[in-house]
C-alpha cells in the first residue's frame, strides 16, 4: 500500500534487491513534490548491493522536502534449521548509515535519533561501500552455513567448514579488490 507513503515522516526501504526499481518508481509517484499532504521526509535505504542505495538516492535528488540517507545493515536473518523461524546472524544489530550532511540533518536528526533510541546501534561514516563490501563477505558465512544445516557454532567447530570459509573470504576479498581497482 504504497498511498500512505504521502503522509509518512520516515521511510525505511528493504526490498529484495530485484526490487528496487520497481519501489523506487513507486514510490516517486506518491512522494510528488505537490503532493496534498507533503511532510518532510527522510527516507532511509538499507538496500544490500552497493547500487541499489544509489537508485534510490538518484531518483529523489535535489528534492529539498525529502532526505535520503544510504545504509548497511550488520546483520542478516536465516531460517533455524530446527524450527524454521527466522532468527538473527547477529546477535547486536547494526546499522552503518551515512554521515548527514547540513541539507539532511534538518530533516533525517529525528529519524535517526529514533532508531538510536530504538536500542539499535547506529554508525555514521562518510563512506559506505567497504561496509557494503564487508557485508557481502560476512555474508557468505550465514549462506555456508544454511548449506551445512546445523547451527553456526556446529558449522564453526567443523575444522573442514572453516577452511572451506576462510577460501570462500579470500575469494570474496580478491574479488573485491579486483573490483575496486576498476
Known amino acids: 500500500h504504497f ?3 504521502s503522509t509518512s515522516h520516515v521511510i525505511i526501504v528493504t526490498v529484495n534487491s530485484s526490487d528496487t526499481y520497481m519501489c523506487v518508481e513507486k514510490m516517486k509517484q506518491e512522494l510528488d513534490p505537490n503532493r496534498q499532504f507533503a511532510t518532510a521526509c527522510a527516507l532511509i535505504s538499507l538496500q544490500r548491493g552497493v547500487r541499489n542505495n544509489e537508485a534510490v538516492t538518484d531518483a529523489f535528488t535535489g528534492r529539498k522536502d ?3 540517507i544510504e545504509g548497511i545493515v550488520g546483520f542478516g536473518v536465516v531460517p533455524d534449521p530446527k524450527t524454521k523461524a527466522l532468527v538473527p546472524t547477529e546477535a547486536d544489530p547494526t546499522f552503518v548509515l551515512e554521515r548527514l550532511s ?3 540533518e534538518k530533516v533525517a536528526t529525528g529519524p535517526c535519533n529514533l ?3 530504538m536500542g539499535l546501534f547506529v554508525n555514521y561514516r562518510t563512506n559506505l561501500t567497504t561496509y557494503a563490501w564487508g557485508m557481502l563477505i560476512w ?3 550465514s549462506g555456508f552455513n544454511a548449506l551445512t544445516g546445523g547451527s553456526m557454532l556446529e ?3 567443523d575444522a573442514r567448514c572453516r577452511a572451506i570459509l576462510a577460501s570462500m573470504f579470500r575469494e570474496g576479498v580478491a574479488a573485491l579488490d579486483t573490483a575496486s581497482h576498476g
Open 66 to 68: 525529502l532526505a535520503t
Open 139 to 141: 555474508e557468505s558465512a
Open 115 to 117: 532508531l538510536e533510541n
Open 102 to 104: 547540513k541539507e539532511k
Open 155 to 157: 558449522t564453526l567447530k
Open 3 to 5: 498511498d500512505i507513503l
